[in-house]
């Protein structure tokens, strides 16, 4: 009997053996037939870690930010051949989208001070690729409502993508804390601290209010807003590491990366390293991990209400991760989760897949809950947009006819368009001509032949901007508003 299982165990670690192999022969085959790197794929600039960073006043902060910027250009930008210098190049001085030709570089942490003594503090932190450029409608909104705005860049972002494969979650956590330690200091310690996040930033700002829940050092936020926030992802992220396994061998280089793309876009990066998909897992397991633990102790009392906006149809981040991980998990403490739905007059049944074609609301469990869940929508018969509530600890549903509607063209929103306006410069279907960024990512209409464009028609077609942003910065300030009453 000992000797059989002994010929079992043997056959199925062969059997994982071989199929490991082709598994990273395949992978160093797909890699060998994409794009080369770029220097912008091998560089990376030097940056803080985490234990430094906890050592760092925002001074500081600033100052190995600008080492990092310095250290691109010159090893980066400085260096490319004059063959290789295109127009549409992030990282070629001169191009139309090159950051150092705009007034202000958004890749860069940011404050913005209001035009009189500051009544309160925001800290705001962006997605993963992203820039602050992601959440500056949002501080330019709280800094006309008299609060200090704090956009912190967290460490691997604005620079070059190859900081991603450097970087670890605990550096971006380590960013936050000292970006927060700022605002406290220029509003007071009296005066309402509030988070911002979106996607990765979310859950790096849902990640803070639960540090600051175990550690009494660290100031509480008073209110919390997410934007598809990253409470879930990918079950793929978990096996990310395996991808990049051949990338060990100077040769294989190419397979630390599971996209390499051309670099157009000012203020995100197009190409995503292994690293940064194996960072956003490891953040998402600590987060639900300290949640589920907080929860049980009973101390998820002390956290601040947490208003959330996300659409129902998200292909980054688990829409369902935010309920079944997050709010479920939540008190009664004011809470709200806001459902973007899909465009039900597009009349697209047939086209969405099965989980899609159901009411936003399927998602969430049955009322009542201890927050209140909204819901954006319209019907097939009905193309006006109503909101749909139901309180905390209620079952019946208030409605509103908002003064909006969905974009006959537009079937959903998507994980990148919420804090986006129709009107921004770079991903706004209307622009405004003064926030010129070189490129106008979201009036592209990509109708013509195929194989022409460096990247997928599907990145295109993909919506950039919030048909309902002026709904969702009126949420944010009703919130804002109520704080100062208090």
Known sequence: MMARTVRLLRRVAILVAVGLLMFLV?????????PDLEPWH???????????????????????EAMAFEAVRREVTDRIPPQDRRADARYVAGSPVYPGRFATDWNRSFILEPSGPPVGAVVLLHGLTDSPYSLRHVALRYRDLGYVAVGVRLPGHGTVPAALTA???????????????????????????HLVGYSTGGAVAAKY??????????PRPDRIVLISPMVGISAFARFAGLAGLPAVLPAFAKAAWLSILPEFNPFKYNSFPVN?????????VALQDQTQRLARAGRLAGLAPVLTFQSSMDFTVSTRAIISDFYSLLPDNGSELVLFDVNRAAKLGLLLRGPFALPAEALAPAAPRPWRLTVLGNTEADPAVTERSVPAGQGSETRRLLDAAYPAEVY?????????????????AA???????GIRLGAVAPHGEVGVLVVSVDSLVRLTWNPF???????IEEGVRAGAGR
């Open 26 to 34: 395949g992978r160093v085959v797909q890699t060998e037939r994409g």
């Open 42 to 64: 091998e560089f990376v600039p030097p940056e803080p870690r985490a234990a430094a960073i906890a050592g760092l006043d925002w001074t500081g902060y600033l100052a190995a």
């Open 167 to 193: 970087v670890t979650w605990p550096d971006w956590e380590a960013a936050a804390i000292l970006a927060v330690r700022e605002a406290r200091r220029r509003a007071g310690p009296g005066a309402p601290l």
């Open 209 to 218: 209010a639960m540090d600051a829940l175990d550690d009494p050092a660290l």
């Open 276 to 284: 940064a998909a194996r960072q956003a897992y490891g953040l998402t």
């Open 412 to 428: 959903s929103l998507s994980h990148v368009a919420l804090p986006f306006p129709r009107t921004d410069g770079l991903y706004g």
């Open 431 to 437: 622009p405004d001509p003064a926030d010129d960024f």
């Open 469 to 475: 942003f002026d709904y969702m910065m009126g949420r």
